[in-house]
């Protein structure tokens, strides 16, 4: 179903933009794991809109409500989770030209191809909003990873042409969020808040990439063909509003080199008696090799478009195919970047929290 995605950990998410509200169901999460309201909140804050002041101004509590699948100690039940947030701040008035007109670099058209049909007010199913579901199921799935010391972090590596490069196996969830654009180097954040703001004051937008590093993941997760662990994970990541690429540690600027130069030697170290633990010296391979994570750091980079929507005039078409032009309105992200850190870090441990429990019915 399109709408659902992973095999033994299972997200099913539902709702448009300007309907009544958007959720998701869980199945598949196992019994008695302790997660709270409180804790699924904190990740929908940071994904949440009008945090800030380089993120959309549309007033949304994105208060979760749970309506299944946890009791009233925390705890969940090993049945469907079922999780609901209310859309409070619809400006479905702000579309109305939109209804008529495709909006460039939008999927109005697509859909319209699709379904000869479009929920026109923000877009419908093809709305970032639909990512609240994701980022609740997320929250689940890294408490889940969690109990075995599986951590995932994900930041904002570059906006446009600024880029830092700071280690991601060295960065702390604290520095992530010690600013608004979610970047963990101080320096480079202040200037990607500064151009954001000129973008946005001249009506236009950018893109960038967010980089997402997992710590702690075992060695064996994956499956050799198919569904690969890079398979999954970057049709997990592609599905996400905007993404429009991805590589794997290395990644493309390993075709500048030979296989000297990138490929990842092995060590062992006896860290326990009578057992040797195996790592590399270098991590081109972004921790995943044949398709099965090797036990080093799983580091990923996600490039996300400008966002389509600008407050200038362009040119498009109607639905009667007549050229026309039209301009954005409504409120917008200039950048997806710093709202799009917990949606990549949500996708990516849910993927790893099915590869998780699919190793575990293997190997018990």
């Not at 999927?107 to 909003?129: L, M, P």
């Not at 997992?214 to 398979?231: M, Q």
Request: glycine letters at 10%.
């Amino acid at each position: 179903m399109s709408s659902s995605f992973g095999q033994l950990f299972r997200i099913t998410t539902w709702g448009e933009s300007h309907g009544g509200g958007v959720g998701v169901v869980v199945d598949g999460c196992p019994s008695r794991l302790p997660i709270s309201a409180e804790e699924i909140q904190v990740e929908l804050d940071r994904r949440r809109p009008g945090q800030s002041k380089i993120v959309t101004q549309r007033k949304e509590s994105d208060s979760i409500q749970i309506l299944s699948g946890i009791n009233e100690d925390g705890l969940t039940l090993g049945t469907p989770i079922s999780m609901l947030v209310i859309n409070e701040d619809q400006r479905s008035d702000d579309y109305n030209e939109m209804q008529t007109k495709y909006r460039p670099s939008h999927a109005d058209y697509a859909y319209d191809q699709k379904y000869g049909i479009r929920a026109w007010q923000g877009g419908g199913r093809s709305s970032a909003r639909e990512t609240i579901g994701r980022v609740a199921a997320g929250a689940i799935a890294k408490k889940l990873l969690a109990t075995i010391g599986v951590e995932v972090l994900a930041f904002v590596q570059k906006v446009h042409h600024i880029e830092t490069d700071i280690d991601p196996v060295s960065v702390k969830m604290s520095e992530i969020e010690n600013n608004i654009i979610r970047c963990p180097d101080p320096a480079v954040a202040e200037q990607m808040i500064a151009h954001i703001e000129e973008i946005r004051k001249a009506g236009n937008s950018v893109g960038g990439i967010i980089t997402c590093v997992v710590k702690n993941v075992p060695a064996g997760w994956g499956e050799p063909i198919f569904d690969k662990l890079e398979a999954d994970l970057g049709k997990a990541i592609l599905s996400l509003p905007a993404c429009k690429g991805i590589e794997f540690g290395g990644g493309f600027g390993m075709t500048d080199h030979t296989g000297l130069e990138v490929n990842d030697h092995y060590y062992s170290v006896d860290e326990q008696k009578a057992k040797r633990t195996v790592y590399t010296r270098s991590n081109h391979s972004g921790g995943i090799q044949g398709g099965i994570s090797n036990g080093m750091p799983i580091i990923l980079h996600a490039a996300f478009k400008p966002t389509a929507t600008v407050l200038r005039p362009q040119p498009t078409v109607d639905s009667n195919h007549d050229e026309t032009t039209l301009t954005g309105r409504g409120r917008h992200d200039p950048c997806v970047l710093p709202r799009a850190v917990p949606i990549v870090e949500a996708m990516v441990a849910i993927t790893l929290a099915d590869h998780y429990l699919r190793q575990r019915a293997l190997n018990p």
